[in-house]
């Protein structure tokens, strides 16, 4: 316990940076090594594996512990295809460092026994639209920061989300989608000259952001034509193993006035053609599902069936965790999101929408109350999420990937 009070709180940024490599050593020693899945979707995009979707779940809070479930969930069904991400959005209002998360995360792997690859991605790392109009090489370079930053803390998987410069104003695809590409192709080649010897990356790319119009086949076509002719002008570097897609969802889901969410109509069509263009096409390991963990559960078997290759799932793990705090630290983490974040209180909003929309970012500035709950209550709320995790790898298909996993990529 008080190695990780330590990394968290402790102001010395050397201790806290020598207890994440001490960390590191232990696990490597223990046979949890972080690794790139990479190879493994090349398989997927070359049809020799397949008829599953693998999970990449975001941690926001409790972060150990959430791991810890995840990791009893992923030994129990005996699963090797699983990803631990966090997004950049995330990174800022959670107060979790890269280094700090993949310690957690290996820290989860060795208190349950884990051993083999251990896949940390880098989830939207988003281009800022606003902040790249007014200084794109500045945007860009902040991107370039936290991909290294992520690199050193053994991200070795790695989604670029340059998606929100796609302007469908433009009269052709090729318009619409060249600033997309043109980012997606400047930042793989940066990824591809700084991954370690030995360790290729898995670059994820994306042709339509979440929450907005439904991507299409063409929208694909016209990425990867402009992104694939880039790269090969900047020294034939490989490309992105997977391509994120719009299908009718947004992250979080969408409150209504009562707090509770509305059901939304996801177009499970979009998903199989634009998987199968993806592998049949270009070699991809398929499409990418954003915003999905809120959806009714009846729905994820449908995702391994239309061949989607991944999802990304983080709000309904958040949800559950407050729906088990005790009542007055509850409200204190809200009237302190009422008064701090105000200005995010959109009109017409009912007090319950803007807490559903606003309480992820209670995990940071309340990060060390949430470490400080009793341990019985984080037992609890690990078993709940542990049965949740469990419910989700055997509806996606993932169960029994262990050697599968193993047979592709090499620790």
Known sequence: MSLFITLFFNPDENLKMEIRKLINKIARKLGAVPASIQHFYEAMGRGEVGGFTVPAVNIRGLTYDVARAYVRAVKKHNVGAFIFEIAKSEIGYTFQRPSEYSACVLAACIKEGYQGPVFIQGDHVQVNAKKYAEDPQKEINSLKALVKEEIEAEFYNIDIDSSTLVDLSKPTLDEQQRPNYEVAAEMTEYIRKLQPEGIEISVGGEIGEVGGKNSTPEELRAYMAGYLKLLSEKGNYKGISKISVQTGTTHGGIPLPDGTIAQVKIDFE????????????????????????????????????????EIHLATEFQNMIYSMLPDDFK?????????????????????????????????????????????????????????????????????????????????
């Open 270 to 309: 979009t998903l199989r053609v634009l998987s199968e263009v993806a592998r049949k096409e270009y070699g991809l390991s398929g499409a990418v599902q954003h915003g999905a963990s809120t959806l009714p559960e009846e729905l994820f078997d449908k995702f391994p069936q239309v061949g989607t290759a």
């Open 331 to 411: 409200r204190e983490v809200y009237e302190f999101l009422k008064k701090e974040f105000k200005d995010e209180w959109k009109s017409g909003d009912t007090e319950e929408q803007f807490i559903y929309k606003t309480r992820k970012k209670g995990f940071g500035p309340f990060k060390k109350e949430f470490w400080d709950l009793p341990q019985s209550l984080k037992d609890e709320i690990g078993n709940a999420l542990e049965k949740k995790f469990s419910l989700l790898l055997q509806k996606l298909n993932v169960v029994n990937t262990y050697d599968l996993v193993r047979k592709y990529v090499k620790v």
